[in-house]
């Protein structure tokens, strides 16, 4: 009797789509949602009832309706947070059972409770859970970060480039922070150095006080020189 009612039972008359597996991909510390569409490609309205062998660990939106010839309806699995084991396998299962609709709908849980075990059809799934592969970021590489956003470059080191010339200061001793728009000898280039306006951190910049010394001593004896010659200047 039992071999004689499974063959006349009919075939699921619904598509769906996954057909065989919900996938739940984690972490699972919080409310993870997968889709079950169904659908519908008869000329006749089928009533749907989606089942779980653990209904306390899912919530599913719709759990039941009727879906109208041709058309399709999307369900919202939601499985709730839970301490997720690896070496643990899901055995969770859902079921979707469905029937053609009778004419007159009145009472859509008589129509459950006086369906005849031939007019019902089911398919099943398992659910499969799935962690974020955790090559996934060695894969897609990490991005450098902003030297400027992250405090590793300060506003002076960039300011720094578009100085004219930094010839002859790598050996000059720390001085006090230079005057605003000063302009400084450097011996080695014999140019002259401006102190950026916008200046606001200590840097070496100050050439030694000795080599200025010296440069003015020979300018000093040059005038002298010129003088008792009788060359005006």
């Not at 309205?45 to 653990?54: L, R, S, Y």
């Not at 209904?55 to 309706?65: D, H, I, L, T």
């Not at 005057?179 to 070496?204: C, E, M, R, V, W």
Request: charged residues 25%.
């Amino acid at each position: 009797m039992a071999a004689a009612a499974a063959l006349a039972k009919h075939e699921q008359i619904l598509v769906l789509d996954p057909p065989t597996d919900l996938k739940f991909k984690g972490p699972f510390t919080d409310v993870v949602t997968t889709n079950l569409k169904l659908r519908n490609p008869s000329d006749r309205k089928v009533c749907f009832k989606v089942k779980t062998t653990a209904p306390r660990r899912y919530c599913v939106r719709p759990n039941s309706g009727i879906i109208d010839p041709g058309t399709s309806v999307t369900v919202s699995v939601m499985l709730q947070p839970f301490d997720y084991d690896p070496n643990e396998k899901s055995k969770h299962k859902f079921m979707v059972q469905t029937i053609f609709a009778p004419p007159n709908i009145s009472d859509m849980e008589a129509v459950w409770k006086e369906a005849k075990p031939d007019e019902l059809m089911d398919s099943k799934l398992r659910c499969v859970f799935e962690m974020p592969n955790e090559n996934d970021k060695l894969q897609h590489g990490v991005a450098e970060p902003n030297p400027l956003a992250v405090g590793l470059v300060t506003p002076l080191t960039l300011e720094m480039r578009n100085l004219n010339s930094t010839e002859g200061m790598a050996h000059l001793p720390p001085q006090d922070l230079p005057t605003p728009g000063y302009k400084y000898f450097t011996p080695a280039n014999n140019k002259f150095l401006q102190t950026p306006t916008s200046y606001s951190q200590k840097i070496d910049m100050k050439e030694a006080i000795s080599e200025v010394r010296q440069q003015k001593q020979v300018c000093s004896r040059e005038l002298k020189a010129l003088g008792s010659s009788g060359v005006s200047v």
